[in-house]
C-alpha cells in the first residue's frame, strides 16, 4: 500500500560502537536526517559516548558478547519499525538518505535492504578486491521481520521473515585510517574468527598456514582484479594474507589451551 509524505514510516538509526572516537562525529552528523538517533556502546574507555551525547540521548552500554547479539540489543531500543544501520566507520549519504526517503513514501516492496558500501583506503577509493560493492548484512530492514543470530561472534548473519531487496545508492566505510588502526582491529577480529571456529569444529592443519594466506592473497589482488586498484590493491591484498595467517595461527593456539585443559 503507497504512503503519503506525511504518512512515511518513521526511521531509527542505530550504530554500534567502541573506542571509535576519531569516527564518531562524522557517522553521527550523517545520520541527522533520522527520526531517532541510538548508540550502543561497548563500554569505550575514550569520548566515543561523550560524542555520542553530542547527537542523542539515546546512548546505551552493553557488554559485547558477539556482533549478532550486540545488534539485537541496539535493535530493541528502536521505537520505530524500520532500522537503518550503520556501524561507527561508515557515513550515510545524501543518496542513501534520498533513496530512503523515496521508497517509504511509495510503500517498500522488500522487508530488508543490502546497501553497497563505497570503501576508501589509505587515500583511494577502492574499486575492486571485492570491496565495491561491498555488502555486509541488510543495513535498511523492518525490524519486525529481521533478526540477527544472537549466537554470531563476528561476520553475523541474520534471519529475515520475508523479501530481501537491494537498494542502489551506497554508504561509505573508511574502515582503516592508517595500518596501524588494521592492525588493530586485526588482532581483535583474529581472536573473535578463531573462536568461532572452534565452536563450530574447525580443526586446524599446518598446509592452512601457507595456503589459506596465498590463496586470499591471489584472490583479491588477480581474482578480484586488486592490482587495478594500485599500491593500494596490493598493500589490502598483503595485509588480509596476513590477517588470515594469524586467524589459523590462533586457531592452532586455541585449540592448544582447549587440549590441554582437557583431563587425560
Known sequence: MNTTADTAPKISAYVIAYNDEPNMRACLESLAWADEIIVVDSFSTDATSTIAREFTDKVFQHKFEAFGKLRNDAVAHATHDWVFSLDSDERATPEIRDEIRALLRRGPDADAYFVPRRNFFLGRWIKHCGWYPDYRQPQFFN?????????????????????????????????????????????RYSDLMARRMVEKGRRFHVHQLLTHPVFTFLKMYVLRRGFLDGLQGFILSGLYAYYTFIKYVRLWEQQRVKQDSEPS
Open 143 to 187: 525490524k519486525q521481520r529481521l533478526r540477527y543470530r544472537d549466537g554470531d561472534l563476528v561476520h553475523e548473519s541474520f534471519d529475515c521473515a520475508g523479501r530481501v531487496g537491494h537498494l542502489r545508492e551506497h554508504v561509505i566505510q573508511i574502515p582503516f585510517r592508517d595500518i596501524r588502526q588494521f592492525l588493530g582491529k586485526m588482532d
